[in-house]
């Protein structure tokens, strides 16, 4: 019987980048798409029926599809430089669950299901929670289908060279509506159990999250012979923007503000910069908190701008206002754990999105460092067991007689 442990050293090469010391596996890109496959391969082998929906997102279906289905799952793809846990240990965990469940003999009483949500990092077209977006339909399909990867490849193409139809992305009422119950196990990112020293909680909200991209746009010109007074320099109010997001997050209590991502044009160092794209990515426990910090944030780049002769233009890239989980899923579940702790995500999740169309819970798993969408990211053996025990405590309630 497969270990969730063993399942993650058997993808543990898979798209790992040598550079970033981490994994980077993208939205349909070739790591993402040789984990896909891997994934099916692993729930044909467990008897799984296996579909995909318009939006790329895997169902393995456990018995004859939905409706009231429990369905359990993450993701397979990656941020740039990732750690080996963030998705994949919910998925390995679905999958030695299974295995459990089967051995003792446990038959399901309704439909079941194990999903992969497709590019919920958003690490290649920029917008997290692509596949469970465009499922639940709040991703307008036809801004989806041009959103456009670091080498200028669409979605639709993306798609398209995946086997999908990119004129079929969009809402599946038929594919949410098989979903009676979804349960996400996740590895925690932050310490909160390591804090309260147990190996597994339950999810309580999400912060709000939103990006924006800010286009600082200037005079591009040469190094060397422009004198300092003469210059319209983008990376001043980009390097102003960057300041202000720390100083707005830092006077909010709870509140993340972050450039993680800056990209200038035409990026040579003896080039003074046309344009600096910098996207901020802002979270706060409520959407009037986070969007008064990302208006800070904007009169500052603005002002900047302004200062230096530059232009700058705004744009939402994507936004979520703050996930409660439901109380009543979340105590019975905590309750058929024994009284597991709830704990707040800082990390937003595709259950964050289904939790606005169905029942909707996520199990935490320990991490010792508490670091996440990074190499050191980690889960003890043990305590990735005690993950799948607890997953399948939860299917056994969720799904029993
Ligand atoms: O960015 C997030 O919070 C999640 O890991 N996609
Ligand atoms: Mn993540
Ligand atoms: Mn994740
Ligand atoms: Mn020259």
Redesign the pocket.
Known sequence: MATATGLLGAIADVGVDRARGGFSRHGFDRSDLTLREWFVAEAAARGLDVEVDRNGNLWAWWGRPGPDAVVTGSHLDS?PGGGAF?GPLGVVSALAAVDELRARGFVPSRPFAVVVFAE???GRFGV??LGSRLLAGTLDPDAARRLRDQDGTTLAEAVRAAGLDPDRLGRDDEALSRVGRFVELHVE?GRGLVDLGRPVGVASSILA?GRWRFRFTGEGNHAGATPIGDRHDPMLPASHLVLAARGAAAAVPGARATVGRVVPVPGGTNVIASTVDVWLDARAADDRTTRSLVEDVTAAAREAAAAEGCRVEVTEESYGDTVVFDPGLRDDLAAVLGGAPALPSG???DAGILAARVPTAMLFVRNPTGVS?APAEHAEPDDCEAGVAALVSVLEHLAGG
């Open positions: 941020v963030d919920e990092e958003g997290p929670c990112q999250h990390a937003g999740h969408h």
